[in-house]
């Protein structure tokens, strides 16, 4: 069975730091992307960062570029996402989710329960 | 970037109907679409990829359809736990992938 399990998020002052963790499991981790995507409170899905299978294809939403930073570890099944000066409006909660059939920035077939991120003073 | 626009923003409707929502891309995605179910406090649930490719284990009463920039989701008979929130998303042209704002399907 296929699990993806978020972890890392909390509440953060503006300008401070989180690092975001999934672990995964059930299936062949470093054959996959992987995708983060986030959702505001009472808001939709907006798309954050994706990273290849070997980490040579890694992309980010431009509100969040130069402050976000995305890596995986696949002997240790795990991917990461690594925010600093966070913002206000970078409150949502936090999904990691598995790029389907092995390609790269496509449809999102196995999501976490999510991380709620809250920055806040 | 590519924008996609779903409607309606919300709809009643009660069990047994059928259900159709829209969602219109700002060009052509070539049937790079993707329908998630959201239940609150849940995470999405992919339904369909490729605009008419049932994910495995969703129920047949769900269906895709459309070209260019045109797609629908079609819930052929409404069952009680279908009511949720819906999204597309396109994967044509990336990055970004894009989403649609979401329609909240209610109990009439």
């Known amino acids: 069975e296929v699990q993806l399990v978020e972890s890392g998020g909390g509440l953060v002052k503006p300008g401070g730091s989180l690092r975001l963790s999934c672990e995964a499991s059930?299936?062949?981790?470093?054959?996959?992307?992987m995708s983060w995507v986030r959702q505001a409170p009472g808001k939709g899905l907006e798309w954050v960062s994706s990273?290849?299978?070997?980490?040579?294809?890694?992309h980010f939403t431009d509100s969040v570029k130069g402050r976000f930073t995305i890596s995986r570890d696949n002997a240790k099944n795990s991917l990461h996402l690594q925010m600093n000066s966070l913002r206000v409006e970078d409150t949502a909660v936090y999904y990691c989710?598995?790029?389907?059939?092995?390609?790269?920035?496509?449809?999102?077939?196995?999501w976490g329960q999510g991380t709620l991120v809250t920055v806040s003073s | 970037d590519i924008q996609m626009t779903q409607s309606p923003s919300s709809l009643s409707a009660s069990v047994g109907d059928r259900v159709t929502i829209t969602c219109r891309a700002s060009q052509g995605i070539s049937n790079s679409l993707a329908w998630y179910q959201q239940k609150p406090g849940k995470a999405p649930k992919l339904l369909l990829y490729?605009?008419?490719n049932l994910e495995s284990g969703v129920p047949s009463r769900f269906s895709g359809s459309g070209s260019g920039t045109d797609y629908t989701l079609t819930i052929s008979s409404l069952q009680p736990e279908d009511f949720a929130t819906y999204y597309c998303q396109q994967y044509y042209s990336t990055p970004p992938a894009t989403f649609g704002q979401g329609t909240k399907v209610e109990i009439k």
């Open positions: 990273i290849s299978s070997m980490s040579n294809y890694i």
């Open positions: 989710a598995r790029d389907r059939g092995e390609q790269y920035l496509v449809s999102l077939d196995y």
């Open positions: 059930g299936f062949s981790f470093s054959t996959y992307s």
């Open positions: 490729a605009a008419s």
